[in-house]
């Protein structure tokens, strides 16, 4: 069974750092992971989408990859700005299988 | 990106009342879609998969009895909270995909207060 794990569970910075979220995955045959972001009391939003057959993608100042061997993936947030702050939740679909796992999100805070 | 709308966004509700609460695909079909709930400070926790055209898939330990979904064509589905109760009340979010293996979307969420 897949097991999706997110840490730290809090992280604030300074206005302008570059910072990366961490996820954890247990099951290496995760076919492709999401990241969303959601701010409080609202859906979620899709950042960005990996697929089986890729490392990395790239929105902005968003940079995400994935690393199936170790089963990790981590989101990179450039010149990180106020407007940034909210939780970040990572999710994976394994093959076979439409749902998603949701890892247990990071509360992100940017201190201007 | 795909849009999938989620209506109401709030909703408050007598104890011993239904709720109904509506997930649409605006752009593309969708032959299944996802029921969420989310505690506070919590993640998401998948309460069941709704099959256009069949029978709902509960997940262990949700009563289908207590939320009934509605599958009823490509773009909608329904989550009706029966005979709510105070615990009932949560934060409720749906989700679908054009294609299995394609970027999930979800809805706004639903805010039920049950009183």
């Known amino acids: 069974k897949q097991e999706v794990t997110q840490i730290p569970a809090a992280l604030s910075v300074p206005e302008g750092e570059n910072l990366v979220l961490n996820c954890s995955f247990t099951?290496?045959?995760?076919?492709?992971l999401q990241w969303f972001r959601q701010d409080p009391g609202k859906g979620l939003t899709s950042l960005l989408l990996?697929?089986?057959?890729?490392r990395e993608q790239t929105s902005g100042r968003l940079n995400a990859s994935l690393d199936k061997s170790s089963g990790r993936s981590t989101l990179y947030i450039a010149a990180s700005q106020p407007g940034d702050s909210a939780t970040y939740l990572c999710?994976?679909?394994?093959?076979?299988?439409?749902?998603?796992?949701f890892g247990t999100g990071t509360r992100l805070t940017i201190i201007p | 990106g795909a849009v999938v709308s989620q209506h109401p966004s709030r909703v408050i509700c007598k104890s011993g009342t239904s709720v109904k609460i509506e997930c649409r695909s605006l752009d593309f079909q969708a032959t299944t879609m996802f029921w969420y709930r989310q505690f506070p400070k919590q993640s998401l926790m998948l309460m069941a998969t709704?099959?256009?055209?069949?029978?709902?898939?509960?997940e262990q330990g949700v009563e289908k009895d207590k939320f009934l979904i509605n599958h009823a064509s490509l773009t909608l589905s329904t989550l009706t909270v029966t005979s709510a109760h105070p615990e009932d009340s949560s934060f409720y979010i749906c989700?679908?995909?054009?294609?299995?293996?394609?970027?999930?979307?979800f809805g706004q969420g639903t805010r039920l207060t049950v009183v």
């Open positions: 990996i697929q089986s057959s890729q």
């Open positions: 709704s099959n256009e055209g069949s029978k709902a898939t509960y």
């Open positions: 099951d290496s045959a995760i076919y492709n």
């Open positions: 989700s679908a995909r054009p294609h299995i293996y394609t970027e999930a979307f």
């Open positions: 999710a994976g679909t394994n093959f076979g299988n439409e749902k998603l796992t």
